[in-house]
């Protein structure tokens, strides 16, 4: 089991920058493979991006390539999203989670993964 911890949303104007944080905690973090995803009021959840347990290959949904970057940092057990050039259509609770298989990032995007956080809310004014 792995417990995760989303922080680090808020309300941003859009064009600006946030970084999303999630500490995880249980069996060894550097075992998973880690990613984030959101959902905005009535939507469904959908793929954001997600990053090997190496950190050594990242994927990202069409939406946000180039404008979001996901990293891990291992000594802290904790994954980032550094979100910038934001949209109101970015507004969503943000989700970190966790897979100890590797899949690709069309899988994650069609399967979810194993672990979940409670999410953070992130809202983008236009």
């Known amino acids: 089991q792995v417990q995760l911890v989303e922080s680090g949303g808020g309300l941003v104007q859009a064009g600006g920058s946030l970084r999303l944080s999630c500490a995880a905690s249980?069996?060894?973090?550097?075992?998973?493979?880690m990613g984030w995803f959101r959902q905005a009021p009535g939507k469904e959840r959908e793929f954001v991006a997600a990053?090997?347990?190496?950190?050594?290959?990242?994927y990202y949904a069409d939406s946000v390539k180039g404008r979001f970057t996901i990293s891990r940092d291992h000594g802290k057990n904790t994954v980032y999203l550094q979100m910038d050039s934001l949209k109101p259509e970015d507004t969503a609770v943000y989700y970190c989670?966790?897979?100890?298989?590797?899949?690709?990032?069309?899988?994650?995007?069609?399967?979810?993964?194993?672990?979940w956080g409670k999410g953070t809310l992130v809202t983008v004014s236009s």
């Open positions: 990053i090997s347990w190496r950190g050594d290959t990242t």
């Open positions: 249980g069996r060894t973090f550097a075992s998973y493979a």
């Open positions: 989670a966790a897979d100890l298989s590797e899949y690709s990032g069309s899988y994650y995007e069609r399967h979810g993964m194993d672990y």
